[in-house]
């Protein structure tokens, strides 16, 4: 993990891929409430890996405001209505986040949920920054 951000991996633990098992840092803590995979006019893009792409460029448009970027992010929580539409596009989904998100992986969960509040969603995404001091 390069930037502000230190990555914590316990001895002895198998490297984790695509996110880190915890992240430490200081300064200002930046929270992003979910963003779904819609622009700035509440079109939804088509389909669950273009709908992840759009929701990772909000989040970083949220971050812009506070001065920050995506190796500030320390973690992500993943909110997905189909775990198997998920997995089914773990490739594509991995070159969709690597484009917009670099090679910073923080800490992340992935839960599905029954339902989200925007019925088009496929997908919420929150996130937790640290701006250094």
Request: with cysteine.
């Amino acid at each position: 993990m390069s930037g502000p951000l230190q990555n914590l991996q316990p001895p002895g633990w198998p490297a984790p891929k695509g996110y880190s098992n915890g992240m430490t840092g200081r300064g200002r803590v930046v929270l992003v409430g979910g963003q779904v995979g819609w622009d700035e006019a509440g079109r939804f893009a088509e389909g669950f890996v273009a709908q992840t792409e759009q929701a990772l460029r909000n989040i970083l448009a949220v971050l812009k405001e506070a001065g920050a970027g995506p190796e500030h992010i320390g973690r992500l929580t993943w909110y997905v209505v189909d775990m198997g539409e998920y997995r089914g596009c773990l490739p594509d989904l991995g070159r969709a986040y690597r484009a917009v998100m670099g090679r910073n992986f923080p800490a992340m969960a992935l839960v599905q949920v029954v339902a989200l509040a925007e019925p088009e969603a496929r997908l919420e995404i929150e996130a937790t920054a640290i701006i250094p001091d």
